[in-house]
């Protein structure tokens, strides 16, 4: 792909990110105005600052992050049905927010208790995911993921156990965690979340070159003079942080991470230098449009944001389990 080739997709999907965050806070039950809000005249200020932009910002970041961290796995593992959520991660985080739901953790400063849990059992989830793959000093992508589908079952199991013990309230309270969604959250918090997950994504982006050599093979990789285990390795903590930091505040949000880079692939290409930027972009974009429609398809009443993709992905990851067999009989 040339130059000027990569710079005009990259271009196209920062327009429709821009549309789309632009609209995406004037969308809702009740009607406002920029002028009005902006110039603080009520309701239209406390309904854009503290209700609806926080969310956009929210899913901006935490779309872009999850298409992003998607196309890292897909890469490390050589699978074009790889996600965020393959690796054990997300369960780590699952399990943590369960645990602090039925023993009734309380808030610690200004984080609730369940986004810590969450975050502290991801970060488990991580180091053992990293303990079972390392052979030596060796690390492969194949042992990688055993490990993570491992401590995933292990996880999955914990939570089903905790869930079958909680009351009435907490097992509400554990279901709606586990749908995903999107919330009105304090611009600190968003702070905090842009300064875990950006620098990796700009990351993932400067090694876009060596994550085209890991995507066609780690003998592929070594032959021209790059550590597989390095590049596996730094892969893997890089997409693991970014992916636990989002699912700490919003729970696990799935096919984010597989509709929207398979989706590019198709389109641009399997170079990264490309679909990283575009994926980072148009994740932002689908994830915000698919919180918008959470919160205004049947108003007022929230449907979770995890429902909306899962209702999205799911024909769509049918169609690319076929589309995949039939590439395989030809």
């Known amino acids: ?150 401590i995933n079952s292990i996880c999955v199991a914990l939570i089903l156990f905790l869930h079958n013990l909680a009351t009435v309230g907490q097992s509400f309270a554990i279901e709606r965690w586990l749908m995903g969604g999107i919330e009105a959250v304090d611009y600190s918090v968003i702070g905090w979340l842009a300064a875990a997950v950006l620098p990796l994504c700009l990351f993932a982006f400067v090694r876009a070159r060596h994550w085209n050599l890991l995507a066609v093979g780690e003998d592929w990789a070594a032959a021209r003079g790059v550590s597989s285990t390095r590049l596996v390795l730094t892969g893997y903590l890089a997409g693991s942080i970014m992916t636990a930091s989002v699912t700490a505040l919003t729970g696990p949000i799935g096919f984010v991470g597989l509709i929207v880079p398979h989706a590019l692939r198709l389109r641009l290409g399997a170079d990264h230098r490309v679909l990283i930027p575009c994926s980072f972009l148009l994740g932002a974009a689908f994830l915000t449009v698919c919180d918008t429609v959470s919160r205004t398809a049947l108003a007022p009443t929230e449907i979770p944001v995890g429902v909306i993709t899962a209702l999205l992905g799911g024909p769509f990851f049918i169609w690319l389990l076929r589309s995949k067999r039939r590439s395989l009989w030809l």
């Open 1 to 150: 792909m040339t130059t000027r080739g990569l710079w005009l997709d990259i271009g196209i999907s920062a327009v429709i990110l821009v549309l789309v965050a632009c609209a995406a806070p004037l969308v809702g039950p009740a009607n406002i105005q920029y002028g009005r809000a902006i110039a603080g005249l009520s309701p239209d200020h406390e309904i854009l600052f503290y209700a609806r932009l926080p969310r956009v910002l929210l899913s901006l970041i935490a779309g872009g992050t999850l298409a992003v961290t998607g196309v890292l796995f897909q890469a490390l593992l050589r699978d074009a049905l790889a996600d965020p959520y393959t690796l054990g991660i997300s369960s780590g985080a699952a399990f943590g927010a369960v645990l602090a739901i039925c023993f009734g953790w309380r808030a610690t400063g200004s984080f609730p208790a369940v986004w810590t849990a969450a975050f502290i059992g991801s970060g488990t989830a991580l180091l053992l995911v990293l303990a079972i793959s390392f052979e030596g000093r060796r690390l492969s992508s194949f042992t990688l993921l055993l490990a993570g589908v491992t």
